[in-house]
């Protein structure tokens, strides 16, 4: 029934862009969109939302109403504003209502008011084509000279953890058995220091050259690093990936992705960088498994 549904909803029209054409039609401007899902999805999925709403809707007025830990990665968009609903947290109810009068604000202020997006359906058209550029500004950049990084140093940023695994059916993460080896062989033949990204220091890496900013950082001062201080990026298919490769800045970077399912993110998406100076060099697992990808395998992509 699932495969037919989807050839049926093939021939009918895009909803996302029926919403807007009777905006059009109303003359109508402002929009409040909610989001309560992943981090990568504003660079995959909301940047081309935005994009069509301004094609439909010149000088609209698009407001996100989205949780704490998401709200710098909407700085990244052009023309829009935030609304923080500092009590949610991802794949748990929320009070949309309750959320807006604390900003002293409600559905009634919004010409549209989208609960549920869909951009993996609606913005399909993007795929192949659409490059999201990811405003960066340049500010920002001081925010990475808060955390010793040594000026002749070369380091290698890695994200051991997406912390997102029960929001999938397939495991995303590289073992950590692997991570430890690749620290070991990173540090001590190739001279190279390891930064730790994620949201709680666990689990432990007990050994010398390996800087955990796990919990250390906010969004813009994590991406600064990435653009100011870092080398190398090894990382799954993740939040950070996404954000990291669509910066719409030139900056060197070599980032070794780590893939179970080449149907999903940056690789889905089938663009190129932004950035001229990135290289991006995907690695997927055997039968999908990103167990299946050898340190080894890391190690020659990351440093041939």
Same mark, same amino acid.
């Given at each position: 029934?699932?495969?037919?549904?989807?050839?049926?909803?093939?021939?009918?029209?895009?909803?996302?862009?029926?919403?807007?054409?009777?905006m059009?039609?109303?003359?109508?401007?402002?929009?409040?969109?909610?989001?309560?899902?992943?981090?990568?999805?504003?660079?995959?999925?909301?940047?081309?939302?935005?994009?069509?709403?301004?094609?439909?809707?010149?000088?609209?007025?698009?407001?996100f109403?989205?949780?704490?830990?998401?709200?710098?990665?909407?700085?990244?968009?052009?023309?829009?504003?935030?609304l923080?609903?500092?009590?949610?947290?991802?794949?748990?109810?929320?009070?949309?209502e309750?959320?807006?009068?604390?900003?002293?604000?409600?559905?009634?202020?919004?010409?549209?008011? +989208?609960?549920?997006?869909? @951009?993996?359906?609606? #913005?399909?058209?993007?795929?192949?084509?659409?490059?999201?550029? *990811? $405003?960066? =500004?340049?500010?920002?950049?001081?925010?990475?000279?808060?955390?010793?990084?040594?000026a002749?140093?070369?380091?290698?940023?890695?994200?051991?953890?997406?912390?997102?695994?029960?929001?999938?059916?397939y495991?995303?993460?590289w073992?950590?058995?692997?991570?430890?080896?690749?620290?070991r062989?990173?540090?001590?033949?190739?001279?190279?220091?390891?930064?730790?990204?994620?949201?709680?220091?666990?689990?432990?890496?007990?050994?010398?050259?390996v800087?955990?900013?796990?919990?250390?950082?906010?969004l813009l001062?994590?991406?600064?690093?990435?653009?100011?201080?870092?080398?190398?990026?090894?990382?799954?298919?993740?939040?950070?990936?996404?954000?990291?490769?669509? +910066?719409?800045a030139?900056? @060197?970077?070599?980032? #070794?992705?780590?893939?179970a399912?080449p149907?999903?993110?940056? *690789? $889905?998406? =089938?663009?190129?960088?932004?950035?001229?100076?990135?290289?991006?060099?995907?690695?997927?697992?055997?039968?999908?498994?990103?167990?299946?990808?050898?340190?080894?395998?890391?190690?020659?992509?990351?440093?041939?």
């Amino acid at each position: 029934m699932g495969v037919i549904k989807e050839a049926l909803a093939f021939f009918k029209p895009n909803p996302f862009d029926t919403m807007l054409d009777r905006m059009q039609k109303k003359r109508q401007k402002s929009l409040l969109i909610v989001w309560n899902r992943g981090l990568g999805d504003i660079a995959l999925g909301l940047y081309a939302m935005v994009e069509r709403i301004m094609a439909y809707l010149p000088g609209a007025e698009i407001t996100f109403l989205t949780r704490p830990d998401l709200k710098d990665g909407f700085m990244l968009l052009d023309g829009v504003k935030t609304l923080v609903a500092h009590n949610w947290k991802r794949g748990q109810p929320f009070d949309i209502e309750e959320a807006l009068e604390t900003h002293g604000t409600s559905r009634e202020d919004f010409d549209l008011v +989208i609960e549920h997006p869909d @951009p993996t359906r609606w #913005v399909k058209w993007q795929l192949g084509h659409l490059v999201p550029k *990811l $405003k960066w =500004n340049s500010a920002w950049d001081a925010l990475s000279e808060n955390f010793g990084f040594e000026a002749d140093q070369k380091y290698v940023g890695v994200h051991v953890d997406t912390e997102t695994g029960q929001h999938y059916g397939y495991e995303k993460n590289w073992p950590f058995k692997y991570w430890h080896e690749f620290f070991r062989r990173v540090t001590q033949e190739k001279g190279v220091k390891v930064v730790l990204f994620g949201l709680a220091p666990e689990p432990e890496f007990d050994l010398d050259d390996v800087v955990d900013l796990r919990g250390k950082t906010n969004l813009l001062e994590l991406l600064s690093i990435v653009k100011n201080k870092l080398d190398y990026l090894v990382v799954p298919d993740s939040g950070l990936l996404s954000l990291s490769y669509y +910066i719409d800045a030139a900056f @060197p970077l070599k980032i #070794v992705s780590l893939w179970a399912d080449p149907r999903q993110g940056v *690789l $889905k998406q =089938n663009v190129s960088s932004p950035n001229p100076d990135l290289l991006h060099i995907p690695l997927i697992g055997q039968d999908e498994s990103v167990a299946n990808i050898s340190v080894e395998h890391v190690m020659q992509s990351l440093f041939s």
